[in-house]
T-cell receptor, first 115, second 108 residues
Framework: EPEVTQTPSHQVTQMGQEVILRCVPI?????FYWYRQILGQKVEFLVS????????KSEIFDDQFSVERPDGSNFTLKIRSTKLEDSAMYFC?????????????FGEGSWLTVV | AQTVTQSQPEMSVQEAETVTLSCTYD???????LFWYKQPPSRQMILVIR??????QNATENRFSVNFQKAAKSFSLKISDSQLGDAAMYFC?????FGAGTRLTVKP
């Protein structure tokens, strides 16, 4: 099973500050995803990223958010001008291979608290 | 648009008994993947089982099995011989979209 490391595991930030969440897959993958889960609520799809481009994004993923893969390995989610309601667990996920049924494998999450 | 509906916010089962979690979905695609994920209190998302839509045979994974009804767009999860460690939130997913989850409690 592919492994995904996310940093930081927990971050507390002041409202209005910018936050960068990082995702590092153990091996090369083409598809990356970011999901958000507000405490006690459903897992919400934010964006998918394929071949260094956004392939799909949800209505949640507005101009406040951006993603990039600056060095061909790390995959980052940037949240500009954070708001209280951005407090959530953010999951990075990667695709498996065809043999694994295109399964999405999740990292352990980055818990963001905006105060 | 793809949607996933889990109509059971909470379910409870006695240890060693069997429980079925429901999931319905909607999609215009003919080829897709369906998944069940488990989220224990640690909040990590753990894959339980997956099903490819073009395969009619229901997927099984040890004590976990699914009842996939493509025409009805239904994808239920059956957990046999429930164990205390099965207690968690269970999410049904269609490709990248997740349902609202079902919280499963296992009673000793």
């Amino acid at each position: 099973e592919p492994e995904v490391t996310q940093t930081p595991s927990h971050q507390v930030t002041q409202m209005g500050q910018e936050v960068i969440l990082r995702c590092v897959p153990i091996s090369n993958h083409l598809y990356f995803y970011w999901y958000r889960q507000i405490l006690g609520q459903k897992v919400e799809f934010l964006v998918s990223f394929y071949n260094n481009e956004i392939s799909e994004k949800s209505e949640i993923f507005d101009d406040q958010f951006s993603v990039e893969r600056p060095d061909g390995s790390n995959f980052t989610l940037k949240i500009r001008s954070t708001k209280l309601e951005d407090s959530a667990m953010y999951f990075c996920a990667i695709d498996g291979t065809e043999s694994s049924g295109n399964t999405i494998y999740f990292g352990e999450g980055s818990w963001l608290t905006v105060v | 648009a793809q949607t996933v509906t889990q109509s059971q916010p909470e379910m409870s089962v006695q240890e060693a008994e069997t429980v079925t979690l429901s999931c319905t979905y909607d999609t215009s695609e003919s080829d897709y993947y369906l998944f069940w994920y488990k989220q224990p209190p640690s909040r990590q998302m753990i894959l339980v089982i997956r099903q490819e839509a073009y395969k009619q045979q229901n997927a099984t994974e040890n004590r976990f099995s699914v009842n996939f009804q493509k025409a009805a767009k239904s994808f239920s999860l059956k957990i046999s011989d429930s164990q205390l460690g099965d207690a968690a939130m269970y999410f049904c997913a269609l490709d990248m979209r997740f349902g609202a989850g079902t919280r499963l409690t296992v009673k000793p």
